[in-house]
Nanobody, 120 residues
């Protein structure tokens, strides 16, 4: 099994920045892709970004492209999501997830989520 623990959420003003972390433990050798998702109140969960477990391939949703960056620290088994130029519509619970068979085959492991609130 794999355990994922997110941290780094909080309250930030529009235009501000946050960095979310997702620490993975357990059988991380099973993971090929890590993804970031978010869910705002009353809305469906949506894809934000993904990164290969090697950290060499990344992909972003159009809504965050150019503002968010995902990266990975191999030594720490941790994936990061840097959120810049935040907007009120970025307010959501952010989740990290791990996939054993790639993004298009779904995600097998999920963290508990961390709240990001963008408000003045």
């Amino acid at each position: 099994q794999v355990q994922l623990v997110e941290s780094g959420g909080g309250l930030v003003q529009p235009g501000g920045s946050l960095r979310l972390s997702c620490a993975a433990s357990g059988r991380t050798s099973n993971i090929v892709t890590m993804g970031w998702f978010r869910q705002a109140p009353g809305k469906e969960r949506e894809f934000v970004a993904r990164i290969s477990w090697s950290g060499t391939v990344t992909y972003y949703a159009d809504s965050v492209k150019g503002r968010f960056t995902t990266s990975r620290d191999n030594a720490k088994n941790t994936v990061y999501l840097q959120l810049n130029s935040l907007k009120p519509e970025d307010t959501a619970v952010y989740f990290c997830a791990g996939s054993r068979a790639g993004h298009y085959n779904g995600y097998d492991y999920w963290g508990q989520g961390t709240q990001v609130t963008v408000s003045s």
